[in-house]
């Protein structure tokens, strides 16, 4: 895990037509276990497409796990990470569980893009004060 003293940065890219072919395979099942409700609400009314908004906030729960240099280990969750969107749409991590107690004091920002053909995400942990 990378030291809470430290900056640390993590970036994670995903294939739209991969993510697209994972979510109609397994539908419900892979939705309910990545995402919350408030993430399946706002991504199936999202007018760039669901499945670019699904992987745009997957890649922002991937980053963030490689910011935080545990990837699933230490009992996180898919879904304790939430990707949620301030007023003006800007992604904000709402965190619960292991996600949060890992965290600790420190504060995290993260940034999502999309092309054509993928998503971007990019996590930054910013040592505590």
């Known amino acids: 895990m990378s030291g809470s003293g430290e900056l640390s940065v993590g970036i994670d890219v995903v294939d739209l ?46 980053a963030f796990l490689k910011a935080l240099g545990t990837g699933l280990a230490s009992g996180i969750r898919w879904k304790d990470i939430e990707v949620r969107n301030d ?9 619960e569980g292991c996600a949060l107690s890992l965290l600790g004091s420190r504060k995290v920002a993260v940034s999502i893009s999309h092309s054509r053909s993928t998503a971007v995400a990019v996590s930054l942990i910013f040592p505590p004060h």
């Open 17 to 62: 037509g991969r993510f697209k072919d994972l979510l109609e395979r397994h539908g419900e099942r892979a939705k309910s276990r990545f995402f919350t409700p408030y993430e399946r609400n706002y991504c199936e009314g999202w007018k760039g497409g669901e499945f670019a908004c699904f992987a745009g906030k997957f890649a922002a729960k991937e």
């Open 87 to 95: 007023e003006r749409g800007a992604p904000r991590l709402k965190l």
